[in-house]
């Protein structure tokens, strides 16, 4: 028998940010597919919906009513997940079950005053005023004092649990920090302190030098598909410049990170040319009041896609009872988003 190939042989990869595997079987994909895989037909959308509670000046659920607003826009969520007031208490038993209360504040970003685009077909200033709105809120929640992580996210397409095709993301902020924030910030925390750099600097020169994984790039950023992916076209964006935080950057940090986000969406647009659904979030410095120098800013795209606009992947069997598997090789995927036009396929 030859000697292990990562493109032939079904093997496990470790996720150093989290401390947990993988399992990748890139020889399934040498099987033979008998779905059925067709273009989606796009509902296209009027630049403004009279019932969209989204849109400038219309009422939303919860009563208020949206200024005529012409780009950015952002309230406290009508109904969100966490609250501000909520009294202190907890709950236990026999050591077994347990609950705490939990203080927070939610909001949602309107990324622009059209009903009909996505962050891909907005143009780079428009997206650089979400950049800045984003950066805006950070500061502003994280002063707060019993905000201790602000986690700014975007769930995009109905597929991903959207009910408003809006162009909008959210913030939650809250007390605690998140599980996967604190798997996060151990695993960084631990790595700084044996190497005395951070984990994301040594794991964007690995990719800079070998280039499989890497889907595109600007003097700032990097989008990789990171070696440890588990959806199928999964991609980390990360600053090339060790900063804990968005309000580090400079200006011309904040054009280019305003310039990958446009390139890495237009990718996924492109893929399967279809408004491509995903969650994604950024991962920056919790807002305790300490440095986290370890930390190093980043932020993950989640899609659900697998084969086809309609083909979706499932965590199902194996992955619920065991651990997380894929088949298409993280390699793979980044050959075919990297090899895609930089125009969005709606302009072409």
């Not at 509670?53 to 009513?65: F, M, T």
């Not at 143009?123 to 805006?136: G, M, N």
Request: charged share 25%; glycine share 6%; net charge negative.
């Amino acid at each position: 028998m030859s000697g292990f190939n990562l493109t032939e042989h079904p093997h496990r990869r470790y996720n150093p940010l989290t401390g947990e595997w993988i399992l990748v079987s890139p020889h399934r994909n040498k099987r033979p597919w008998q779905g059925k895989v067709e273009k989606t037909e796009e509902t296209q959308r009027a630049t403004y919906d009279a019932a969209c509670y989204l849109c400038p000046g219309n009422q939303r659920a919860g009563g208020a009513k949206n200024p005529t607003y012409r780009d950015t826009f952002v309230f406290t969520n009508d109904f969100g997940a966490l609250q501000q007031e909520v009294p202190l208490g907890t709950f236990e038993q026999a050591d077994l079950l347990k609950a705490k209360s939990e203080r927070g504040i939610c909001r949602v970003i309107c990324f622009s005053a059209r009903h009909d685009l996505t962050l891909p077909e907005m143009e780079h200033p428009a997206i650089r005023k979400v950049v800045d709105l984003w950066a805006d809120q950070y500061e502003e929640l994280g002063k707060i004092d019993f905000i201790n992580h602000v986690q700014i996210f975007e769930n995009k397409g109905a597929i991903m649990g959207c009910s408003n095709p809006h162009p909008h993301g959210q913030i939650w902020a809250q007390s605690t920090l998140p599980v996967e924030v604190q798997k996060e910030l151990q695993h960084q925390k631990a790595y700084f302190n044996q190497y005395g750099r951070s984990l994301l600097s040594d794991y964007v020169q690995l990719e800079l030098q070998t280039k499989d994984r890497i889907v595109a790039e600007n003097k700032h950023f990097v989008v990789v598909v990171p070696f440890w992916a588990l959806w199928p076209f999964e991609t980390l964006v990360i600053s090339k410049r060790h900063l804990t935080d968005i309000l580090q950057f400079t200006d011309e940090e904040r054009e280019a990170f305003a310039d990958i986000i446009k390139k890495n969406t237009t990718a996924y647009d492109n893929l399967f040319e279809v408004s491509f659904p995903y969650s994604a979030g950024i991962h920056q410095r919790p807002t305790d009041g300490a440095e986290h120098p370890y930390w190093h800013f980043h932020v993950h795209f989640y899609p659900p896609l697998l084969r086809s606009a309609s083909v979706k992947k499932f965590m199902v069997g194996y992955e619920m009872l065991a651990e997380p598997q894929r088949d298409i090789s993280a390699e793979g995927a980044a050959q075919r988003l990297r090899d895609l036009p930089l125009e969005h396929y709606k302009l072409m």
